[in-house]
């Protein structure tokens, strides 16, 4: 099933700005009970969830109360430890919230909140010093697709955010087209392979081999339970970041448990 023994598979849902404090403990709850019920093996493939920053603590205290077997952390990090930020969130806050992971340079933040390549390298040197694993996300438009071909802009993005980070890193690298996200058209799995290939290419170049072997590369863009099993038996795909299909309990159950529902 996992095709690369160094890398254990990692399914992601971005809930984006959905599910207010309440709302997430209890689908925390409920999804942790099903993936249970079903059997799920949390050492096989691993499972994280992005919540926005107001439900964190109540993920926390409920992860942590209960044992739960989920990964969890934010949407977002500031670039800045502490200071005249406001509506900024620091990389030390999300670490006192035992928050694993952080997503930096979503489309959704480069788009429409105009963020650059020099301030998603600043994030993920911010989630490094903080000891979060940066989610570092990646995807051409359709614009750039038609003018410059897949793995272009994708690879000159994980190159700059790379820009600071020297040493042997634990960060996750998720492909997502902007023309796949929310818009029911998934890449084929052999674009999102050949896009993964390319990105695997700039961890080699930039970390060495060593790191670029063990670092996951997810997929994200309309990921559903139907299509994750052929994504998943690509060499270079490590897993998914599921954005409206991580909000369905069953759904996103059966997105983590794709390896049940096909032979991988
Ligand atoms: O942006 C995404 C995850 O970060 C993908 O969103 P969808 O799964 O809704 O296409």
Redesign the pocket.
């Known amino acids: 099933m996992n095709i690369n023994p160094r890398r254990t598979p990692l399914i992601a849902g971005?809930w984006?700005m959905n599910l207010d404090h309440l709302q997430a403990i209890a689908f925390v709850q409920k999804l942790a009970w099903n993936l249970k019920d079903a059997g799920h093996d949390f050492a096989a493939v691993e499972v994280a969830v992005f919540p926005p920053f107001t439900d964190l603590r109540s993920v926390q205290t409920l992860v942590s109360a209960d044992k739960l077997p989920l990964a969890f952390g934010a949407q977002d990090v500031s670039a800045h430890d502490s200071g005249a930020y406001t509506g900024e969130i620091s990389g030390a806050f999300l670490a006192q919230l035992e928050c694993q992971y952080v997503?930096i340079g979503?489309?959704?933040r480069r788009i429409l909140h105009n963020e650059t390549d020099e301030q998603v390298a600043a994030k993920v040197t911010a989630a490094l010093k903080h000891n979060l694993v940066p989610l570092i996300?990646v995807g051409e438009s359709a614009e750039d697709l038609a003018v410059h071909g897949p793995s272009a802009v994708p690879v000159a993005q994980l190159r700059a955010a790379l820009a600071g980070v020297t040493n042997a890193a634990d960060i996750v690298v998720?492909y997502?087209p902007v023309w796949?996200?929310?818009?029911g058209q998934a890449a084929t799995p052999e674009q999102a392979e050949q896009v993964a290939a390319a990105l695997r290419g700039v961890l080699v170049d930039t970390l060495g081999q060593d790191v670029a072997d063990k670092t996951r590369i997810l997929y994200?863009?309309?990921?559903k339970s139907g299509n994750i099993a052929a994504f998943m038996r690509e060499p270079n795909v490590d897993g998914a970041?599921?954005?409206?299909?991580?909000l369905d309990i069953p759904e996103f159950s059966s997105i983590v448990r794709y390896h049940k529902h096909v032979g991988v």
């Not at 796949?180 to 818009?183: E, F, K, M, N, T």
């Open positions: 971005n984006k997503i979503h489309s959704e996300c998720a997502e796949a996200i929310g818009s994200g863009g309309s990921v970041l599921v954005g409206g299909a991580s």
